[in-house]
């Protein structure tokens, strides 16, 4: 199993920037690829950012320009910097892992609060 403890979030206004970060524990030498989602309130979860093993990344339309997902393989750690804050981009942020075939791994963490505030 793989586990994940997100951190960073907080209360940031309009413009703003915040860095979240993903440390992911267990049978990490699974993982292909780092994903980064983030539900609001009475919404879905939504895909926000990818990253493989590569280096490789990918970004939903909506951050595109403005978060960059990156990882530290030495430490386990995948980033999540998000600039340019806009109130919609609040949400709760959640990693998450995939192997080589898609497969998910893990169960989702508690995932960390990001606020901004107009």
């Known amino acids: 199993q793989v586990q994940f403890v997100e951190s960073g979030g907080g209360l940031v206004q309009a413009g703003g920037s915040l860095r979240l970060s993903c440390v992911t524990s267990?049978?990490?030498?699974?993982?292909?690829?780092m994903h980064w989602y983030r539900q609001a309130p009475g919404k879905q979860r939504e895909l926000v950012a990818a990253i493989s093993s590569g280096g490789s990344t990918n970004y939903a339309d909506s951050v595109k320009g403005r978060f960059t997902i990156s990882n530290d393989n030495a430490k386990n750690t995948v980033y999540l910097q998000m600039n340019s804050l806009k109130p919609e981009d609040t949400a709760v942020y959640y990693c998450k892992a995939r192997t080589r075939l898609g497969t998910d791994l893990g169960s989702w963490g508690q995932g960390t609060q990001v606020t901004v505030s107009s």
């Open positions: 267990g049978n990490t030498f699974r993982i292909s690829a």
